[in-house]
């Protein structure tokens, strides 16, 4: 008699929910879904039909969704080799399928308790607490909506942080001798990273830790040290607001100036090659770089890397043993230490938009 398979513990959970941005499929979605990501965030006008721009240069189409569609696949893949059986759902912030919808059906199906993959690995507003109340808001609108607990944010996890070194030294490898890096991410408003995470600066300090970690353990690989940076993509908002600077564009000037030979721009701020990075990275950065003759190679985002989809599995299964009182193992690279599993109430608060109307403290 063969022993039953060893059931792997994932109670109390009886599902995952895969939590994503969304973006358009087709021309016609552009604008509905840029009036999705911007109701009330205050961008100008000028600064959307730029960035719907982008899109239609791409046929109209983000490449999120579908990278979304191939996680689920190879996420389903890797819960199946392990024997986990837990149904995999999947909801979008701004386009179908809907967060709320897939609440919806996940209630419908008798879903109790869920945990959630959000695809963005940092604390910021943008990248956590308004991905926390949009579950709220779903919960609130769908009867029996199952409780969801949010993993930890992964960014220093040893999957994320190797996925970007194999990335980085493939870049670096069609590089000269001697080229620097690049790390690169979202920016955000200075008032948005001021206020992230429990203590404030988090999407900074957290971005800082990764690309040390990436750069050491290239540097222990090589013996060699390079220049590295840290600089930001995809500014928006008004021009008077304050966002995190340098752009990637402005440093690879500065780079070249340098008389640097070469540059891996290695987008540490995204999980997929999404929007942000084909245009933002691979057309405008590129073309400048081009312009200024100076190499650029871009490093592979995590997408469906082995690395970074097992890493995934096991943080549900990770979060599913600390919810059972357990004390699993927290795995973590870099120096500020596992995340949290909750957020502190006060952790990553909404900016203040401006008020048409006087106000008093
Ligand atoms: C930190 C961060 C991430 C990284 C974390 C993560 O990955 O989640 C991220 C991801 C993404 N941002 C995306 C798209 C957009 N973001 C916008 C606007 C904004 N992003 C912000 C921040 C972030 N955004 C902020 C502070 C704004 C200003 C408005 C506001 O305060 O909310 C706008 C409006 C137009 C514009 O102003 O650019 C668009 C269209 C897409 C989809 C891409 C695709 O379609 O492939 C993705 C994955
Ligand atoms: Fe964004």
């Not at 239609?56 to 059986?85: T, V």
């Not at 769908?142 to 996890?157: E, G, Q, S, T």
């Not at 340098?258 to 929007?275: K, L, N, R, T």
Request: negative net charge.
């Amino acid at each position: 008699m063969s022993p039953a398979p060893h059931p792997i513990g994932t109670a109390p959970y009886d599902a995952v929910l895969l939590l994503s941005f969304g973006g358009p499929e087709k021309p016609e979605d552009v604008l509905p879904f840029l009036q999705n990501v911007t109701r009330g965030r205050g961008i100008p006008d000028e600064r959307l039909k730029e960035v719907g721009e982008h899109y239609y240069s791409f046929g109209g189409k983000s490449p999120i969704n579908d990278q979304n569609r191939a996680l689920l696949g190879a996420l389903r893949a890797s819960f199946d080799e392990i024997g986990l059986d837990l149904p995999i759902y999947w909801g979008n912030r701004n386009w179908a399928p809907y967060l709320t919808d897939t609440m919806r059906e996940m209630a419908a199906d008798g879903v109790r308790r869920a945990v959630v993959i959000v695809t963005s690995a940092y604390p910021s507003y943008s990248g956590c607490r308004q991905y926390r109340e949009n579950l709220e808001d779903a919960a609130r609108e769908v009867p029996d909506a199952p409780r969801i607990d949010k993993l930890r944010h992964y960014a220093n996890h040893p999957g994320f942080v190797g996925s970007f070194v194999e990335s980085t030294a493939a870049a670096l490898s069609k590089l000269p001798a001697g080229s620097a890096i690049a790390y690169v991410t979202h920016s955000i408003p200075t008032a948005m990273n001021a206020t992230s995470g429990p203590d404030g600066n988090g999407y900074l300090d957290w971005h800082l830790d990764v690309a040390a970690e990436i750069t050491a353990e290239l540097e222990r690989r090589t013996g060699q040290a390079r220049r590295t940076d840290l600089v930001y993509c995809s500014r928006s908002g008004p021009p008077q607001v304050p966002w995190l600077e340098p752009d990637v564009n402005d440093h690879l000037e500065a780079l070249a100036a340098e008389g640097v030979p070469g540059v891996a721009v290695v987008p540490i701020g995204f999980v997929s090659d999404h929007m942000e990075v084909i245009y933002d990275l691979d057309t405008e950065a590129a073309k400048t770089a081009e312009k200024l003759g100076l190499p650029m190679a871009r490093a592979a985002t995590p997408g469906t890397d082995e690395k970074f989809v097992t890493m995934l599995r096991d943080l549900v299964v990770e979060r599913a043993a600390a919810e059972r009182g357990e004390q699993p193992a927290r795995p973590c690279a870099g120096k500020l230490g596992p995340a949290w599993d909750d957020c502190r109430h006060d952790c990553c608060p909404p900016l203040r938009r401006p008020t048409p109307a006087k106000e008093t403290a």
